[in-house]
């Protein structure tokens, strides 16, 4: 019996040091923060970068310059995952194949709808009243509502800590170039503090560099996507859309 009993006594301490541990990683993952920080760049060329770290030893970075992409995850200094494209012609090779697949199965959607209507035109009649209903709902608005200030919510969440730029703007007459400049010293109050902004008088187009840094939580995105389904008419509405949808 004592045996039974210490073998029950030591499956249930693995079992809350199992419990313990995840419960640790998680609260870090939720806790730890990610820091990211961004440039862009256009001169002759574009150059964009965004790094991403996480508790010092999980960094990300994504680079694009000239026409090349190159897309690394490193932990603790080592290379795990390596995406590099040696020029633009494999990214857009790639676009256009799953342009073109995308493109037969809307094809193929269009077709049978089309079918469905000459058949059935009555069902058609059916869909687009319930959607028109679906619409109107005042449920419908609330979830939108909700929406927007979930979207808020998260640039505020991503809102970076230092932001600066420096750009320069050319119109294609050089008094077009003055006005734009005259217009945007209204703005400076608001501004001033990020960068600078000056005109181009030579040449029309926009150069310049935006960079930015900060870091984030996860907790808080967790925290927004709770506040967004908790809300009563949010979750009839979606539950609404899924039995439409189900009975369609």
């Given at each position: 019996?004592?045996i039974l009993w210490?073998i ?9 040091g199992i ?12 806790l730890?923060?990610i820091?990211?920080?961004?440039i862009?760049e256009k001169?002759d ?14 960094k990300?970075?994504w680079?694009?310059e000239?026409?090349k ?8 200094g ?12 494999e990214v857009?090779?790639?676009?256009v194949?799953?342009?073109t697949d ?5 094809s ?5 709808e089309e079918?469905d ?8 009649t059916t869909k ?6 679906l619409l109107l ?6 979830l939108?509502?909700d929406?927007?200030v979930a979207v808020k919510r998260?640039?505020r969440?991503?809102k ?7 750009l320069a703007?050319g119109?294609?007459?050089?008094a077009d ?8 010293t209204?703005?400076?109050?608001w501004?001033y ?9 030579d040449e ?13 939580y996860l907790?808080?995105?967790v ?8 809300k009563?008419?949010?979750r009839?509405?979606i539950h ?7 009975g369609?």
């Amino acid at each position: 019996m004592s045996i039974l009993w210490l073998i029950i006594k030591v499956t249930l301490l693995v079992l809350l040091g199992i419990f313990l541990a995840l419960a640790f990683i998680l609260l870090v993952v939720l806790l730890a923060p990610i820091k990211y920080d961004c440039i862009f760049e256009k001169y002759d060329d574009a150059y964009f970068r965004l790094r991403v770290s996480f508790l010092s030893f999980i960094k990300a970075s994504w680079v694009f310059e000239n026409g090349k992409q190159d897309t690394r995850i490193k932990v603790l200094g080592k290379v795990v995952y390596r995406y590099h494209t040696d020029d633009f012609e494999e990214v857009a090779k790639e676009a256009v194949e799953n342009t073109t697949d995308n493109a037969k199965v809307v094809s193929k959607e269009v077709v049978e709808e089309e079918s469905d209507e000459r058949g059935e035109s009555k069902s058609g009649t059916t869909k687009w009243r319930v959607m028109k209903d679906l619409l109107l709902d005042e449920r419908f608005f609330a979830l939108i509502k909700d929406i927007l200030v979930a979207v808020k919510r998260i640039l505020r969440w991503l809102k970076p800590s230092k932001l600066s730029f420096e750009l320069a703007i050319g119109r294609e007459d050089p008094a077009d170039t003055g006005e734009l400049i005259a217009g945007l010293t209204l703005l400076y109050p608001w501004y001033y503090r990020y960068g600078v902004v000056e005109g181009s008088y030579d040449e029309e187009g926009v150069w310049g560099n935006i960079y930015a840094k900060g870091r984030f939580y996860l907790v808080t995105l967790v925290k927004i996507v709770i506040l967004f389904i908790i809300k009563k008419e949010t979750r009839d509405y979606i539950h609404l859309l899924l039995k439409t949808r189900k009975g369609a």
